[in-house]
């Protein structure tokens, strides 16, 4: 048994520290909540995200597509306030609008993770619906007219005809928006969303030793990253591939 005066070597302090962060009282729990949580909202933020994006993005390109001298005005009003909600949420900084959503609009919730899941899809639905409408525009104009002279409406050309097209034009932009999105679910701490950067916390201050938490947080994200780097990379590549036959 080591001595109470005994010096302590490099490697004892790190498993002594290692420990405390991550083993003792089965710490370990905490950061793999915290994972679960963290993907949770991703996805949900995620898939609102992609809603508002294709919402807004075909409102605006249908706007922007009419021709001169055919303009409508409910759907130039309409796509008036889309331009203002676009605006506002990439103008201001997620933190902000975090703190609104959490300390203002919903003051009384006690539903963190879901306030902060509703903020960072609204967000992401304002980067999102920009993609979404630089695809669309992409497209050549004349897919459009070749799907409605055999006879389909507006809305099944888009569906059928424009939006599988722009899809593969802009999903490496997608895919880093979701990387994004990935990373900034830790910002849900702030109003008390229980993800991974909240069990890194935790853990620091009960230790009072931040290093181990906050660098085993980081591996984590790092991890997580690369892994759905790495699947989005299969699934492109086989887009690509189906294009080839």
Same mark, same amino acid.
């Given at each position: 048994?080591?001595?109470?005066?005994?010096?302590?070597?490099?490697?004892?302090?790190?498993?002594?520290?290692?420990?405390?962060?991550?083993?003792?009282?089965?710490?370990?729990?905490?950061?793999?909540?915290?994972?679960?949580?963290?993907?949770?909202?991703?996805?949900?933020?995620?898939?609102?995200?992609?809603?508002?994006?294709?919402?807004?993005?075909?409102?605006?390109?249908?706007?922007?597509?009419?021709?001169?001298?055919?303009?409508?005005?409910?759907?130039?009003?309409?796509?008036?306030?889309?331009?203002?909600?676009?605006?506002?949420?990439?103008?201001?900084?997620?933190?902000?609008?975090?703190?609104?959503?959490?300390?203002?609009?919903?003051?009384?919730?006690?539903?963190?993770?879901?306030?902060?899941?509703?903020?960072?899809?609204?967000?992401?639905?304002?980067?999102?619906?920009?993609?979404?409408?630089?695809?669309?525009?992409?497209?050549?104009?004349?897919?459009?007219?070749?799907?409605?002279?055999?006879?389909?409406?507006?809305?099944?050309?888009?569906?059928?005809?424009?939006?599988?097209?722009?899809?593969?034009?802009?999903? /490496?932009? @997608? %895919?880093?928006?979701? &990387?994004? *999105? !990935?990373?900034?679910?830790?910002?849900?701490?702030?109003? +008390?969303?229980? $993800?991974?950067?909240?069990?890194?916390?935790?853990?620091?201050?009960?230790?009072?030793?931040?290093?181990? /938490?906050? @660098? %085993?947080?980081?591996? &984590?994200? *790092? !991890?997580?990253?690369?892994?759905?780097?790495?699947?989005? +990379?299969?699934? $492109?590549?086989?887009?690509?591939?189906?294009?080839?036959?």
């Amino acid at each position: 048994m080591m001595a109470a005066n005994e010096p302590t070597t490099l490697w004892q302090q790190f498993y002594v520290l290692f420990y405390q962060a991550f083993i003792e009282n089965d710490r370990w729990l905490q950061y793999l909540n915290g994972v679960v949580t963290t993907l949770y909202v991703t996805v949900l933020a995620l898939m609102l995200g992609v809603i508002l994006g294709i919402i807004v993005a075909v409102i605006r390109t249908a706007h922007d597509q009419q021709r001169p001298g055919h303009k409508n005005p409910v759907l130039g009003f309409i796509n008036g306030l889309l331009k203002i909600y676009v605006t506002v949420i990439r103008g201001t900084p997620m933190m902000v609008q975090l703190m609104i959503m959490g300390l203002v609009i919903f003051a009384s919730s006690r539903n963190f993770v879901m306030v902060g899941a509703l903020t960072l899809g609204i967000n992401s639905g304002a980067y999102t619906a920009e993609i979404i409408r630089g695809g669309l525009m992409s497209v050549d104009h004349g897919q459009m007219e070749a799907g409605r002279s055999l006879g389909m409406n507006y809305t099944d050309t888009m569906r059928f005809v424009v939006v599988p097209q722009a899809i593969k034009a802009i999903l /490496p932009a @997608l %895919g880093n928006e979701f &990387i994004v *999105l !990935l990373k900034d679910t830790s910002l849900i701490s702030v109003i +008390g969303g229980k $993800e991974l950067l909240y069990a890194a916390r935790s853990v620091a201050s009960r230790n009072y030793e931040p290093m181990y /938490p906050y @660098l %085993g947080a980081a591996i &984590i994200y *790092l !991890l997580l990253v690369m892994l759905f780097t790495w699947l989005l +990379g299969i699934f $492109e590549r086989r887009l690509r591939a189906s294009d080839r036959r």
